[in-house]
């Protein structure tokens, strides 16, 4: 088994466990980090916006 795959393997282990133990926690975390890029596609979106106005 090269290391990438024991590397997914592992991550994807922890987020099952993750999934299973903290739900909400996943949740919130999935949210915070769903939001940091939808603020960032926004300034993007002002962004292009400010050059065509």
Known sequence: MDVKKALLLIAA???VYTLLVHPTQLGDGVQAILGWIMSGIRAIGDF??????
Do not use: E, M, T, Y
């Not at 292009?48 to 106005?53: A, E, G, N, T």
């Open 48 to 53: 292009f916006k400010s050059i065509v106005d």
């Open 13 to 15: 282990a922890v987020l």
